[in-house]
């Protein structure tokens, strides 16, 4: 168990350009969600996917944003024609679901964004 | 989910238990409580939960009230790696996380 990884852990970027997040999850994981967090603020939910399948978007999520999850396994987030609102923390996590389990999330380190 | 009420702030001497309140009277039966905590610019780490029992595990102690309305987050021993952003969240299996501003720990030396 070597934890959620995303890459990269900061990225600058100018308005308008499009960005890509990666984030592996804990292994054998088969839920994974994407958060953003604003300074001062708490985490807010963006998405949920488990194994490959999208199953909840947040109305935080606009259309210049799209998360996938091709094999159920790692998982990207890409923001489109980016904008100086979108500069945050983008956080990944990851937890087994199941009947028995508690579904507790673990998080990653996260990728912080800053739109120029 | 049901929402929760932390104080915004607190200070701890190092070496004394620091005791974090969290109030959730709207709490549902099936709602679990987590702790979550986030130091300075890295991912919030997962602290503990619980249903109804009090829980312990080697990083903290979950005391939650009877009628499930408040619960304390302990630390026994806090130190200056503490200080940090904790969240309480309740929430139903499956549902996702909503944290809201949580409260600032300060151990002091």
């Known amino acids: 168990d070597t934890g959620v990884s995303q890459n990269p852990r900061h990225k600058i970027t100018k308005r308008g350009q499009n960005v890509t997040f990666r984030c592996d999850p804990i292994?054998?994981?088969?839920?994974l969600y994407w958060y953003r967090q604003t300074l001062g603020q708490g985490p807010e939910f963006l998405t949920y996917?488990?194994?490959?399948?999208?199953?909840?978007k947040s109305r935080l999520l606009s259309d210049r944003f799209s998360a996938e999850r091709p094999k159920g396994s790692f998982s990207t987030l890409e923001i489109q024609r980016t904008e100086q609102g979108d500069s945050a923390m983008y956080l990944c996590?990851?937890?087994?679901?199941?009947?028995?389990?508690?579904?507790?999330?673990?998080f990653g380190p996260g990728t912080r964004l800053t739109v120029l | 989910d049901a929402k929760t009420t932390q104080p915004p702030s607190m200070d701890c001497a190092e070496g004394r238990a620091a005791n974090l309140p969290c109030n959730h009277s709207?709490?549902?039966?099936?709602?679990?409580v987590y702790w979550y905590r986030q130091i300075h610019s890295q991912g919030p780490q997962y602290i503990i939960h619980?249903?109804?029992n009090n829980e312990t595990n080697e990083m903290a102690s979950l005391i939650i009230t009877e009628d499930r309305k408040s619960s304390t987050l302990i630390l026994p021993h806090a130190t200056l790696r503490d200080t940090a952003v904790y969240y309480c969240?309740?929430?139903?299996?499956?549902?996702?996380?909503?944290f809201g501003t949580g409260t600032s720990l300060t151990v002091i030396p």
């Open positions: 996590a990851s937890s087994r679901g199941g009947i028995l389990s508690t579904d507790t999330q673990y």
């Open positions: 292994s054998e994981h088969n839920r």
């Open positions: 996917f488990q194994n490959e399948a999208q199953l909840e």
């Open positions: 709207t709490i549902s039966g099936n709602e679990y």
């Open positions: 619980g249903l109804k």
């Open positions: 969240i309740v929430r139903v299996v499956g549902n996702q996380f909503y």
